[in-house]
């Protein structure tokens, strides 16, 4: 089955940094989705990808669809507190196909925010 | 708008014990609807999903099983648990395309 690669696996920062995380996949996706979970919750969509390049902003959140369409990148910019949590990345089980198929999910990214 | 419901909150069983756990989805109709497991709080596992009543879809062989007896019920059970079945289980529907919304979650814990 697909695997997504996320890193880093954990970030410890101040607030007030930027932070940039990454997915990666051996096979090509033609949809991105970002998720984040905070503790005992289920995860929230943050920004979902469609197309090759596209670049998506949600607040302070900003997204990219890798151009080879086989990565994408989540940036947050000034973190503040309430950012903690852990970022999923996610795409469509069967690369390219519908949404029935459900999602396949990286490892998530553990961002800490230090006082 | 849509809401999508799970219960219970969280559940002790033990070994060998039946297990229900329930999602409802409401503010849409035909929904796809979706069970995941989370592990140690990393990385989700699609575990069955559903396009319609009665029709499930299993991504995992295992001592689980689904059910769609409604348009926006979905349940999870198990008629004897393991250990290895202790998790947080997540309940998520969607339009059709990609983009899933996920419930509040279950948590399992068997002794």
């Known amino acids: 089955g697909q695997q997504l690669n996320q890193s880093p696996q954990s970030m410890f920062i101040q607030e007030g940094e930027d932070v940039s995380m990454n997915c990666t996949s051996s096979?090509?996706?033609?949809?991105w989705l970002w998720y984040k979970q905070e503790p005992g919750e289920g995860p929230v969509l943050l920004i979902a990808?469609?197309?090759?390049?596209e670049l998506t902003s949600n607040g302070r959140l900003t997204a990219q669809f890798g151009i080879t369409r086989k990565d994408s990148f989540l940036n947050i910019s000034a973190s503040i507190p309430s950012d903690v949590g852990i970022y999923f990345c996610?795409?469509?089980?069967?690369?390219?196909?519908?949404?029935?198929?459900?999602?396949?999910f990286g490892k998530g990214t553990h961002l800490i925010i230090q006082p | 708008s849509q809401t999508i419901h799970q219960w219970p909150a969280t559940l002790v069983q033990p070994v060998g014990s039946p297990l229900s756990l329930e999602c409802t989805v409401e503010?849409?109709?035909?929904?796809?609807l979706y069970w995941y497991r989370q592990a140690a709080g990393r990385g989700l596992q699609l575990l069955f999903y559903?396009?319609?009543?009665?029709?499930i879809s299993s991504e995992v062989p295992q001592n689980l099983s689904a059910s769609r007896p409604q348009d926006r019920q979905f349940i999870l059970s198990s008629k004897k648990l393991l250990l290895s079945d202790s998790g947080f289980y997540l309940c998520?529907?969607?339009?059709?395309?990609?983009?899933?919304?996920f419930g509040p979650g279950t948590r399992l814990t068997v002794l």
């Open positions: 998520a529907w969607s339009w059709g395309g990609n983009e899933q919304f």
């Open positions: 096979s090509i996706f033609n949809t």
């Open positions: 990808l469609y197309k090759a390049g």
């Open positions: 996610a795409g469509p089980s069967g690369g390219s196909g519908g949404g029935a198929d459900g999602l396949t």
């Open positions: 503010g849409t109709s035909n929904p796809n």
């Open positions: 559903s396009v319609g009543i009665g029709q």
